[in-house]
């Protein structure tokens, strides 16, 4: 399995962005597809995750309300739509699946990471 993960940047607090990864390898729509981000100095965190079919999503406290998970299982590739961006979501984030236990980022497989800065 290979995730590729992009659409990071530099945004202003309060701006947006979405994040796109893009997988390949094996029957995407069976997997749950999930978003992890990890700030300079601290811990790789859980962020979002969605399930196959049907895509039930989840989300963490941080980020509900504010972040979107969505995906295209004819396209093989998870969003991650990100508005009122604050400087606590700057972080490098990384979509995964395969994860045994999304609170401790046990994950099997891993994108690259893209890195999100929001400036105040």
């Known amino acids: 399995v290979q995730l590729q993960a992009s659409g990071g940047g530099l945004v202003q607090a309060g701006g947006s962005l979405r994040l796109s990864c893009a997988a390949s390898?094996?029957?995407?729509?069976?997997?749950?597809m999930g978003w992890f981000r990890q700030g300079s100095g601290k811990e790789r965190e859980f962020v979002a995750r969605?399930?196959?079919?049907?895509?039930?999503?989840y989300y963490s406290d941080s980020v509900k309300g504010r972040f979107t998970i969505s995906r295209d299982n004819t396209k093989e590739t998870v969003w991650l739509q990100m508005n009122s961006l604050k400087p606590e979501d700057t972080a490098v984030y990384y979509c995964?699946?395969?994860?045994?236990?999304?609170?401790?980022?046990?994950?099997?497989?891993w994108g690259q990471g893209t890195l999100v800065t929001v400036s105040s």
């Open positions: 390898g094996r029957t995407f729509s069976r997997d749950v």
């Open positions: 995964a699946t395969d994860c045994m236990d999304w609170t401790l980022a046990n994950c099997g497989y």
């Open positions: 969605i399930r196959g079919s049907p895509g039930i999503t």
